[in-house]
Each structure stands twice: as C-alpha cells, then as structure tokens.
C-alpha cells in the first residue's frame, strides 16, 4: 500500500514537473518565431540619404552602412547599372533575399565626401564574404575579390574568399560619388540551408585604420577554442581508459561520450572559423547539430547511471525520441536549429531534475555534481538565449560563456568519480602523497639550480650572437650605401644619415648615366632594425636594375610590383626618386616628405607636391611625377621622415612647417655646412635625446 502510494506521489510530480518546464519552452519557441518574422519583414524601398564620410569617423570606429541599394545583374561582364531604389541589407539571410535576386546583382552605395576626405587613402574592409565581387567607384574598377565567370552553358561559377585584404582607394573631389559592387553566389540556397547567411558585411576606414583591422582579423580567436578542445578530448580519453580497466563503471564511459561530444563542437567551430573556403559551412553545421544533441543525451545518461540504478521508463522513450531525430538534425541544420536548441534545453532541465531529487535524498556526491549542473544550466540557458537572439552580447559570447560553464562541470563531475575511487584508498594515497611532496620538492630544487645555471649560459651565448649579427648587418647596410658622393658639372651633392638603431631603415643612393643624366633615391622602410635592413637591401638591388631607365614612374611602379610578390607582409618601403637634367629636376615618390626647393632669387622655399602609396603595400597605384626647373644657387632638400617628425622631451612633433623654416635659414650655405646646421637644428629641438627613427637628408645644389 505505502509502494502504491509512493509511485503514485513521484508520477504525479513527474507530470507536474513536465507542465511547468513546457510553458517557458513553448514561450521561448514562439518568442523566437516572432523574433524571426520581424527580422524578416524589416525592409525599405525609401531611397536613403547619401552615407556622409569625414576623416573623423574613418580614424575613428569607420563607417558600417547598413543598407545598400541593389538591382539584379544578368552577366559578370556587365558595366556598374545606375541606382536602385530597392534597399537591402548585404547579408543576404534568408528572411533577407532582395527581389529578383538569382545570384548575380548589383549593391550600389551613395557617398557623400567630406573636404577632408579628399587625398586621403581610404580603404574598404569586407566581412563574412560569402561569394565573389567586383569592386566600382564612379564606373571605375577598383578589386576583384574571389573568381567569378560564367560558362557557355550560362551557369555561374564562383570562387569565394571568405576574409579578402583591404581594397585601397581615394576620392578626387568632395562630394557625391558612387560605390559600386557586383556580388556572385549562386550556391545562396545552400548556405540559406546550412542557416548561414549568403551576402557580405562592408566598412569604410583610412588606410592605416584598415590595415591594422586586417591585422588583427588574422589573429583568430582559435587558440582559446583549440583549448576547449584539447581540454574535452583530455578528459574524453581519461575516463575512456577508466572504463576500459574497470568495466562496470558505465558511467565513465557515459562522462567519455559527454567530453567527445563536446570537443567536436568545440573543433567544428575552430574549423568553420579558420576555413578559407566558406562553402564549408555545408558539413560543419550538420555535424556539429548531431554532436549537440549527443552531447546533451549522453550528459542526461550519465546522470541517471549516477543516481539511478535504472533508467526511468518514461526517461527511455523521450532518449530515443532524441537519438531518432539526430539524423533530421543533420540533414536539415538550418530548419532544425531551434528544435535542437529546445532539445538541448530540456535536457539540461532533466540533468538538473534529476539531480536536485539526488540531493533531496541525500545521495554521496549529489552535491558536487549540482554545482556542475547548476554552472551548465546557466551557462548554456544563457548561450542557447544569445543564440536565438534574446540577449546581447560579442560574438564569444555564444561560444566562452557555455563552454567555460562547460569547464565547471567536467571539473565537479571529474571530482565526483574520482571521489567514489579516493574513499577506499584514502590513506595510502596520503602516504604516497607526504613521499611525493618531499621527493617533487628536492627535485624541484636541483632542477632550479641546474635551469638557471643552463639559462645564464645560453643568455650569454644568445647576446653574444646577436651582437655579432647586428654588426654584421650595420656593416652591410652601411656598404649598399654610395661610397663616394658622384661628381657632376652642374650640380653639387652631399648626403647625412643616423640610423636610430644598429641597423637603419633608411636608404639613398646615385645613378650617373653617359650622357651626364644624374638619377637620385631616397628611400625609408617601415620602422628600422633587422626587417628594415632586409627591406633595404630588396630596394638597393631594385635601384641597381632600374635606376638608369628613363621613365621613372615605370620604374616606381615595377619596383612597387617586384616588393608587393616578395610578399613582406606588413613591411613596406617609401622611396623616391629624382632625375637631374639640364636645369631640369624631375621627382616621382612613394610615400616620402615632399622635396624642398630653395630658390635663390627670391629666398623662398617651395614643396614640390607629389605623393603616393609606399611600394610594397598595394598591388598597383597611379604614380605621378612633378617637374620643376632650377636656376644657379637654387638648392633641393630630399630628406625621410625622421626629422620633420623628431620628438622634443614634451612629446612635440618638430613638424614639417619648421622643417621649412629651418632650411630656408640656412640654404644659403654651401651643401656640407648646410647639413652640418639641420643636424644641429634637429638636436637642439631634441635636446641631445636619441632619435626614435633614422634620419637622411640629401642636398642637391646647382652650381
């Protein structure tokens, strides 16, 4: 009779239990499906206010238009259309599509250039880049990202590039002006299917900003889920081998199946981030919806091995309800996801059931693996809801926050299974552990010694070798510049430089043809030291290859090409080059200061205006050169940046007005006792504190 009693009170709070979970997993379910058809009515047909660009929001967090126009495209080889009215967001998601899109189309976006803006290198950066595209300002091609091309048959093919480099461009003029980009991926349907979205993510930045983005989008965050996944697979194989020497701890394997599972969510999720081809998306969203729901069965299995010495009934139906849909998970991830995300739930919900009835019992351990659950409920309740798109956060959010909840678990769990093991060895392991104490602490002590005394000799070794190779290095630096200065009958030269470090990153150098046509560089690497050494001597044979041709700016630009294929990644080089003729000067650059013209008739100092990118940081760009005529007396400064931009002890910029100032004082000297009074000059603004970049100044002079 007290049986019958009993069975009947745990039924009926069993059912209970099942009514009360249902109604925040039902509200959560339509609460999402409302989430989603808001998401999916959102739109506009409005044609939008032209995107406005100043200098100060480019320096800033950049710009992130957050819908382009768009009209649909019929061939990759088209010419960019005129504006649309229809307004889309880029992603392209499933709830998303634009009208009439097959594929191919077009997104135009509406710029309005501040005055500022004008000049200035700016750069575009493009996100989760699903597909292929061209690139178009104003009708004028700028990049091409991934391959596309369409066979004879009409159909499309597509090669993507998931995180392309940043595409480097300028506006001319203030104003409005058109950005134009032609999109393909025709396999949208499958992504759409794998529950990703199809399209990309835009931002605009200057050109330095975008660079330094670019950086840091290559430093993946893999290295902290590599961590979740060794960890798991750690602890998989651990209490594998447990089960394999003690067979009849099935709980240990279920704990092995637990940790497997989750180190194959955690290794999909590295892999799909890490995946150059974003196609990959396919398989590792499928996989990684069945490794899920393994995941969550074999933590309820374990449970219940733990604290019971059967699997409830109704607990075995609702298990191969589960197993039976893991293959519809799989085969549908995108349609799927919420379910999997409930099933999930709920079986964190039953975990903790089973547990809190564990404690109430007062079952050993019950308490040490409750915290474990108690960590995953909340770490995981608040994953799921972040996923699903109910709370904010960063994008780790979804992924550190369950899986460090993760980390408790294993922890308690592991301390639970051990803890059945330690109460019947207790006290051997305290005797072991007093020897092993005592043995690890006076080996620990020779190793100490004998460490410090193996690190003491390798440091003196290493110093030693590093010397010597940064002499040896000086020493070559200081042979690829000109020995002599090269005489002329017209003009007069002389050259200084101090590099801030052994090994500089500054450069000059001479070129005198037959026919008395004299060819001047001047170069500086990005930085000094070892890297600017190496960049110095690439540029040093260019000049030797190139410096007699007699088109400077094929010359610049064949240079910028040969530095961009030796791939120096974020190592580039300004240089510019200058051509003396017959009173004539004629001056291309790549990033330098512009020269200064001292002209003697009237005492002023010009700045011959030319610029452009420093070679090696874009594939092509549109060199210029300025042409100037020089009269006798009339001197030329070319100089790097390491004087207009020395630093006094208050921070202060010694800057490129006073650079002018200074050398207008003093060019009436000869070329020497010229250089000889800005090195002073620079010096006394410095105050005698060492230069933090090198610093060359090469004076030309007409006799």
Excluded at 27 to 44: D, P, Q, T, Y
Excluded at 73 to 100: D, F, M, Y
Aim: aromatic share 10%; net charge neutral.
């Amino acid at each position: 009779m007290n049986r019958a009693v009993g069975v009947a009170r745990y039924q009926l709070r069993w059912r209970a239990w099942t009514v009360f979970a249902s109604w925040p997993l039902v509200a959560l379910a339509l609460s999402a499906v409302g989430h989603g058809s808001a998401a999916a009515s959102s739109g506009s047909i409005v044609e939008p206010a032209p995107v406005i660009l100043t200098l100060e929001e480019l320096l800033g967090s950049g710009v992130a238009p957050k819908t382009w126009s768009y009209v649909s495209a019929a061939s990759v080889g088209e010419q960019p259309p005129g504006a649309s009215s229809q307004q889309v967001k880029t992603l392209l998601r499933k709830a998303g599509i634009p009208q009439g899109w097959t594929g191919l189309g077009w997104f135009d976006l509406s710029l309005e250039i501040a005055p500022e803006v004008v000049g200035e290198p700016v750069a575009l950066l493009l996100w989760s880049h699903r597909g292929a595209s061209r690139l178009f300002l104003d009708g004028r091609p700028l990049a091409e990202i991934g391959l596309m091309s369409e066979q004879e048959s009409g159909s499309l093919t597509v090669e993507p590039d998931r995180a392309p480099d940043p595409i480097f461009f300028r506006f001319d003029t203030p104003g409005r002006h058109q950005l134009q980009l032609l999109f393909a991926n025709p396999e949208f349907a499958r992504y759409h299917w794998a529950g990703a979205n199809a399209g990309f993510e835009a931002t605009l930045h200057t050109a330095g900003r975008a660079s330094q983005i670019a950086r840091e989008r290559q430093r993946s965050p893999a290295g902290r889920r590599g961590l979740f996944t060794g960890v798991f697979l750690s602890f998989s194989l651990l209490h594998f081998l447990l089960f394999v020497f003690r067979r009849e701890s099935v709980d240990n394997l279920y704990f092995a199946l637990f940790c497997l599972f989750l180190a194959t969510v955690a290794f999909l999720l590295v892999h799909k981030g890490l995946a150059a081809d974003p196609r990959l998306l396919f398989w590792t969203e499928s996989l990684m919806n069945a490794a899920a729901l393994g995941f969550v069965l074999s933590g309820v299995m374990f449970v219940y091995r733990s604290f019971h010495e059967r699997v409830p009934r109704f607990a075995r139906w609702l298990l191969v309800g589960a197993v039976l849909f893991i293959p519809f998970a799989a085969l549908w991830p995108s349609t799927t996801v919420l379910a999997v995300f409930l099933v999930m739930f709920v079986g964190l919900l039953e975990m903790a059931r089973c547990v809190v009835l564990a404690v109430r019992n007062r079952e050993d351990g019950a308490r040490i693996v409750g915290v474990g659950i108690l960590a995953i409920n909340l770490g995981f309740g608040g994953g799921l809801l972040y996923n699903l798109g109910f709370l904010p956060g960063r994008n780790e959010f979804g992924f550190l926050v369950p899986f460090t909840s993760v980390l408790a678990l294993i922890v308690s769990m592991s301390v639970f299974l051990a803890r059945r093991f330690a109460l019947t060895h207790r006290r051997l392991e305290s005797q072991l552990e007093r020897v092993r104490v005592l043995s690890e602490e006076r080996i620990a002590q020779e190793r100490r010694e004998r460490e410090q005394e193996v690190r003491t000799k390798v440091l003196e070794a290493d110093i030693e070798r590093k010397a010597q190779e940064l002499e040896e290095a000086r020493l070559l630096q200081l042979s690829m510049l000109p020995q002599e200065l090269p005489a002329h009958p017209e003009i007069e030269i002389a050259a200084h430089m101090t590099t801030a470090t052994e090994v500089g990153g500054d450069y000059y150098d001479f070129d005198v043809s037959d026919d008395g046509t004299m060819t001047i560089a001047v170069g500086d690497a990005t930085g000094h030291g070892m890297r600017a050494g190496t960049m110095v001597t690439a540029t040093k044979s260019l000049f030797n290859a190139l410096g007699g041709d007699p088109d400077m700016v094929d010359t610049i630009k064949r240079s910028n090409l040969a530095l961009k294929r030796m791939n120096f990644r974020s190592l580039n080089m300004a240089l510019l080059l200058a051509r003396y003729r017959d009173g004539t000067l004629k001056v291309t650059a790549a990033g330098m200061p512009q020269p200064l013209v001292y002209r003697r008739a009237s005492g002023a100092v010009e700045a011959m205006a030319v610029g452009g990118m420093p070679l090696g940081s874009v594939r092509s760009f549109p060199y210029q050169f300025v042409e100037v005529s020089l009269e006798s007396g009339d001197k030329v400064l070319f100089m790097s940046d390491g004087f207009p931009e020395r630093l006094n002890p208050d921070g202060e910029l010694l800057g490129y007005p006073e650079t002018e100032r200074v050398f207008a004082s003093v060019a009436h000297l000869a070329v020497n006792p010229l250089l000889a009074r800005l090195v002073e000059a620079g010096e006394d603004w410095a105050q005698n504190q060492p230069a933090d970049d090198d610093i060359t100044f090469v004076v030309l002079s007409v006799r």
